[in-house]
């Protein structure tokens, strides 16, 4: 793959040994792969990135310091080469899907390619792009870096032509279309939810016209559908039956405890999806509380807050064979359309549509809530809507655990949620603003040394594009007219 210049073998504990074989496939058995193996895929490296880095987890463990931002180069390779595969598969299916002439299989091929490969260019900044998916038929092995921009403007424009492409002729293997069953009118929904989240994630970039373009979609459902309801929401849900089982908690280890930010933030507004997400602890000092461990802490404080006891994930919730894993949801979408109306950029009723995503994501997680239950949350003073920025992403936060590295990427372009940075954490003291290049291609592409040149560092400290602190350092000024309102979003942080 032109991408790096080679391949390797990754995730191997959770692929399915019915999957296809690209050259021998049709376009239904990829879109198979691309849902089940690349979920596999996703949900493994994200909880030990995402999570760890925006404070849901913490390794408790002295082999893992993710918490501390200390990572090695195996982390970006598997980064990378997940990304990078599952966007190649993509665009093979997208191929076979033009020689079958289904153009349903066309648009839900360039919606896949358009996840994978914005959370690859959202990790790493610019990146190998157009030439690299050329590397297979062109044998283009040492592909030139494209900008984030260039980069986020053709994938927007693959998402625009796949809400064209959908139509009632042509059909979707529904055993093969894990999420849907070959409903296409609810693919349809996905991609254009997906627009939404890539248009909002380049909002800080006045060029991109996001305001314009998100206003458009959101007051024109019948050319744009968009999730509606939880029934929409891009969730996978296992069988149970090998192959087809979340995996996730056979391969996970019980040195990771919640996170003290994220436990805080839900105890002090006693949200119910507490119970849903984690466990009270079960010994120790703090036995029968939700509790915590602080994020980036020194070993020996760690060592204290474990010895007294901390929460744990909800081994129900997430561990299961049947455990769900969700790629977006319609909470998602609803905090998008509130800041966007918080922001100015669209007329409407901001706290009626926070209010509704943070119901809808209330209902996703615990379906036969009580209204009562639903109000008295939305009444908690943490919780009411005060007109800020902040109140909106600190709901989404809560809502996004477990959805990729969607928290990451929000805080990056927001600076909300306020997190709490430890005493003990690297990276000079920087929370991490992106993944470093792994060393593959480092040593494989000579386009690279163009590239650092360019960019100054290739390290965790160096902002992407699209970033809330690209825009800053580049222009002050323009951060205040980006229309975010809360805490002041870097007062505690060394950015």
């Known amino acids: 793959m032109g991408l790096c210049g080679c391949t390797s073998n990754f995730d191997d504990y959770n692929k399915d040994p019915n999957r296809a074989e690209v050259g021998k496939a049709n376009s239904s058995q990829m879109l198979e792969d691309l849902i089940f193996e ?5 949900k493994y490296r994200t909880w030990r990135h995402n999570n760890e880095f925006m404070q849901y987890t913490v390794e ?22 997940f990304c990078g595969r599952w966007a ?22 360039l919606t896949m390619k358009a996840l994978y490969l914005s959370n690859m260019t959202d990790l790493f900044g610019d ?3 157009k030439e690299a998916f050329k590397g297979i038929d062109e044998n283009i092995m ?6 984030q921009k260039v980069i986020y403007d053709s994938l927007l424009m693959d998402l625009e032509r796949a809400n064209t492409l959908y139509t009632k002729t042509s059909t979707i293997d529904a055993k093969r279309d894990l999420l849907y069953n070959g409903d296409v ?20 970039r006045r060029d991109m016209n996001s305001a314009e373009r998100i206003k458009t979609v959101f007051e024109n459902p019948s050319q744009y559908p968009i999730f509606e309801s939880n029934d929409d929401n891009a969730t996978l849900k296992y069988s149970g039956t090998r192959p087809f089982v979340n995996d996730f ?6 040195d990771s405890a919640m996170g003290e930010r994220f436990i805080n933030i839900m105890v002090d507004s006693s949200d119910p999806r507490i119970s849903v997400y984690c466990n009270r602890v079960s010994s120790g000092a703090n036995a029968g509380g939700y509790v915590g461990i602080t994020s980036g802490a020194p070993a020996s404080v760690i060592s204290k807050q474990s010895a007294d006891g901390a929460s744990n994930s909800n081994n129900t919730t997430f561990r299961q064979y049947t455990s769900p894993y969700t790629f977006m949801t319609y909470s998602e979408v609803l905090f998008i359309k509130a800041e966007a109306i918080q922001r100015g950029m669209m007329d409407g009723e901001a706290s009626e549509t926070y209010y509704a995503a943070v119901t809808a994501s209330l209902k996703q997680w615990i379906p036969d809530i009580s209204e009562s239950a639903v109000e008295t949350f939305l009444q908690n003073g943490a919780v009411a809507y005060d ?18 590295y969607e928290s990451w990427h929000e805080y990056r372009r927001t600076g909300y949620p306020l997190l709490v940075m430890g005493e003990a954490i690297r990276n000079d003291g920087v929370h991490p603003t992106r993944f470093p290049y792994p060393l593959v291609l480092r040593s494989s592409n000579k386009n690279y040394a163009t590239q650092l040149a360019k960019m100054g560092e290739d390290n965790m400290k160096t902002p992407v594009w699209w970033s809330r602190k690209a825009v800053k350092l580049e222009n002050p000024e323009e951060d205040n007219n980006l229309g975010y309102t809360g805490h002041k979003w870097d007062a505690d942080i060394k950015w």
């Open 127 to 129: 990146m190998p792009f």
């Open 142 to 147: 040492q592909p030139k870096f494209d900008d």
């Open 38 to 42: 690349g979920a596999g895929s996703m």
């Open 185 to 204: 009118t609810k693919w349809r929904k996905f991609t254009n939810s997906l627009y939404l989240r890539l248009l909002m994630r380049v909002s800080n």
């Open 88 to 109: 190649v598969n993509a665009i093979e299916m997208y191929k076979l899907a033009e020689k079958e002439e289904n153009t349903n299989a066309q648009a839900i091929a």
């Open 60 to 81: 408790t463990s002295t082999l893992n310091q993710l918490h501390r931002f200390v990572l090695t180069d195996s982390e970006f390779k598997g980064a990378w080469n």
């Open 249 to 254: 908690g056979d391969n996970a280890t019980d």
């Open 387 to 404: 007109a800020t920025t902040e109140i909106i992403i600190t709901q989404k936060y809560v809502s996004l655990f477990t959805v990729g």
